[in-house]
């Protein structure tokens, strides 16, 4: 039986990253394929907030969310080489289900396939793409090259265009790439969120 917590831990400092089991990591979601309206975690007090209106008619192909006890600063900036720096915010997952999910601000178990090298105003805002565990159809995928084309060019399209507004700094997606260097951006932004939070 998992112990009880009295009060609600903060998605972002208080939950766990690893999953469970091998291979497995925590997602906490954030908006879902059928959100018009782009909800983050306020980092101050671990609420869903209204972040904007999505901008486009476009909405997000995935679950959208963060890895918790992660962060994007130096360490995975390095592996970014167009990236001057991080975006300093957690390491962003977006997560393929099978079966429509209609509600943010939960907890999901995944496996990492691959991620989206993307950068925004020159820092580093990757995106891991992850397979809900168990998944009935998606579930024995372990590569993003397994995954259907479409559903990539999906995910890409929707990043490069989410933020369109007349004088906005284009987006970039200059790779996509594999489990084994999802994993990599993993562990630095592990590494970037253990100098920037220590533990006393």
């Not at 018009?36 to 959208?64: F, H, I, M, N």
């Not at 918790?68 to 977006?94: E, K, Y």
Request: include cysteine; glycine fraction near 8%.
């Amino acid at each position: 039986m998992a112990p009880y917590l009295p009060h609600r831990p903060h998605p972002w400092h208080g939950l766990p990253l690893a999953g469970g089991a091998p291979g497995l990591f925590h997602a906490y979601i954030e908006i879902t394929p059928f959100d018009k309206v782009k909800y983050e975690v306020d980092k101050a007090t671990g609420y869903l907030k209204v972040d904007r209106p999505q901008r486009t008619a476009s909405l997000p192909p995935t679950l959208y969310g963060f890895l918790p006890r992660t962060l994007c600063a130096g360490h995975v900036a390095a592996l970014c080489p167009t990236a001057a720096r991080g975006d300093g915010d957690p390491l962003d997952v977006c997560v393929i289900s099978e079966r429509p999910i209609d509600r943010a601000d939960i907890l999901l178990r995944v496996r990492v396939v691959g991620g989206l090298r993307m950068v925004d105003a020159g820092e580093a805002d990757d995106k891991i793409i992850a397979i809900l565990h168990e998944d009935p159809v998606w579930g024995d995928l372990r590569e993003l090259a397994d995954l259907p084309s479409g559903l990539t060019d999906r995910l890409r399209h929707y990043f490069m265009t989410y933020k369109l507004a007349p004088g906005k700094q284009p987006v970039t997606i200059d790779a996509t790439y594999d489990a084994a260097h999802a994993h990599a951006v993993i562990d630095a932004s592990v590494r970037d969120y253990d100098e920037a939070f220590p533990t006393p």
